[in-house]
């Protein structure tokens, strides 16, 4: 099939739930805890001020993308608007940026793996050891590799359903909230600076709809699916944030959220302990289920844009042509993928797991494994 374009195989939903599924993962399972901890009551307005913020770029991303609806996204941009040194530039920082990020979003996943499943300790594998958190790791990535190499389609239809049952889990967290939340509870307001501080913070975790660019050649009239998955995007996950938000800082007496964050566990996760603290274990466990289906999302979308990156790079001649191969079968550039897929293989296995994972209270970047 040589150069000819990618299939549009990616409807509204899926286009939709690339952004939301990207973004959710650190506005829900990484940052609320410690922007509650630096904002208190105002903690939700950070994250609608961050909204309101990222909505622009969200203007900007969705107009240029309607108008070069390429794959690549900001690398092809920028390459045909400066030219082939910075497109270069700009090309290689976000194909090995995202493949990068999806080795450490499957890092998180196989961490959610090992907490759910009680599974601790190494393997052996000769005069190497190699620990069941990145066995989960490179297990969950070949199988997310996998599905991209099928088929946008099949990459598409799995986002929708991890992404709807996220939702789901967190709209019933919503419910149970609202139901316990009193106006007592919730801490004392920050200052005017340290919200904006805390904006700052948190706005690492809008960042996801962007990734809906890189895939714009294969989204299904993208003229009109393009940006309404962009804004609508934002505007979803601006909303989750906002109720979250609310709901974790008014269902818990005061301190509590403080408690968890400082209480010495390894990766607390503010959210999981409000659920247990309102529900019980079944609550609690549906939000580590949550937490394992944001990371595996993320990676999802990663490896879906990230190999669409390099796509574009063969096709604009930056890197070897070679990688502008579409399967014959599958319609996907399957040697971009294929590249791509070692790629993040080989991050996760020599990758230190702390530096992947992060530290459990300095966590910037959107990913749940903190």
């Not at 609320?32 to 630096?38: H, M, R, T, W």
């Not at 990459?155 to 149970?176: D, E, K, P, S, Y």
């Not at 604009?316 to 070692?342: K, Q, S």
Request: glycine share 12%; proline share 5%; aromatic share 8%.
């Amino acid at each position: 099939m040589g150069d000819e374009e990618l299939a549009k195989d990616l409807g509204p939903l899926a286009a939709l739930t690339i952004g939301v599924g990207t973004m959710i993962g650190a506005g829900i399972f990484v940052l609320p805890g410690e922007a509650i901890l630096k904002a208190g009551s105002l903690a939700s307005v950070a994250f609608v001020l961050g909204g309101v913020i990222a909505m622009f770029t969200a203007l900007s991303a969705s107009e240029l993308g309607t108008a070069m609806p390429k794959s690549g996204g900001a690398y092809y941009y920028v390459n045909h608007a400066l030219g082939p040194l910075f497109g270069s530039v700009a090309g290689w920082a976000n194909w090995l940026g995202l493949a990068f990020a999806s080795a450490f979003y499957m890092v998180g996943f196989g961490r959610y793996i090992a907490r759910i499943f009680g599974i601790s300790g190494t393997i052996g594998l000769g005069p190497v050891s190699i620990s069941m958190v990145k066995i989960a790791a490179l297990v969950g990535a070949a199988l997310f590799i996998l599905v991209n190499y099928v088929g946008a389609k099949e990459t598409g239809r799995l986002q929708n359903i991890i992404v709807v049952v996220l939702v789901a889990i967190l709209a019933v967290f919503t419910l149970l909230g609202t139901l316990r939340a009193e106006p007592g509870n919730l801490p004392d307001p920050s200052s005017v600076v340290v919200t904006l501080e805390t904006t700052g913070l948190i706005f690492v975790s809008y960042l996801g709809f962007v990734q809906i660019t890189s895939v714009a050649e294969e989204i299904k009239e993208p003229g009109k699916n393009l940006p309404r998955a962009v804004i609508g995007s934002v505007v979803i996950v601006t909303v989750i944030y906002a109720l979250v938000l609310v709901i974790m800082s008014a269902a818990v007496p005061q301190g509590f959220i403080a408690d968890v964050i400082t209480s010495g566990q390894e990766n607390p996760i503010a959210v999981v302990e409000v659920g247990q603290y309102l529900q019980g274990a079944l609550m609690g466990g549906a939000l580590l289920f949550g937490g394992l289906l944001a990371t595996a999302s993320s990676a999802n979308a990663s490896i879906l844009a990230s190999s669409r990156i390099n796509f574009a790079m063969g096709r604009d001649r930056i890197v070897t042509p070679a990688l502008n191969e579409i399967h014959p079968r599958f319609g996907t550039p399957y040697r971009a993928i294929g590249i791509t897929g070692a790629l993040i293989l080989l991050f996760i296995v020599v990758g230190d797991l702390t530096l992947l994972s992060g530290p459990p209270r300095a966590c910037t970047s959107s990913s749940t494994a903190c």
